[in-house]
């Protein structure tokens, strides 16, 4: 399984095979219709993620990130550039269930 720091800690010329290697783990957030796109996939991803920050570039705004703050059993908060406003970050907190808890936004 992928881990957080993996992705820190690869050298620029290993990118493209570590991006194949990384879209073959089924946690691997990918943009739209993957694992957290559902509440199945989010608790899914919340219970067997340890406790840690995941991020991955983010497919509809390219140069920014996709934050994924996982509490493990307990729930997480998914960080990314609003889509309606891109001046801001939409912050989505979700239950162990994978769940919408609340929504929340700050200047990006």
């Known amino acids: ?3 957080p720091k993996d992705v820190m800690n690869v ?6 095979a570590f991006k194949k290697q990384a879209m073959q ?3 691997y957030y990918n943009g739209p219709g993957d694992l957290l796109d559902t509440a199945e996939g989010r608790a899914k991803f ?5 406790s840690s920050v995941f991020r991955k570039d983010d497919p509809e ?3 920014y990130k ?3 703050f996982n509490n493990q059993g307990q729930g997480m908060v998914v960080k990314k550039r609003s889509r309606v406003d891109p001046a801001l970050m939409e912050n989505v ?3 162990a269930e994978g769940k919408e ?3 929340s936004y700050e200047p990006a």
């Open 11 to 16: 050298e620029s010329e290993q990118w493209e």
């Open 66 to 68: 996709i934050w994924v």
């Open 93 to 95: 907190e979700y239950d």
């Open 25 to 27: 783990d089924e946690l």
């Open 1 to 3: 399984m992928i881990q």
């Open 46 to 50: 919340c219970r067997l993620n340890a």
């Open 61 to 63: 705004f390219p140069g």
């Open 101 to 103: 808890l609340s929504r």
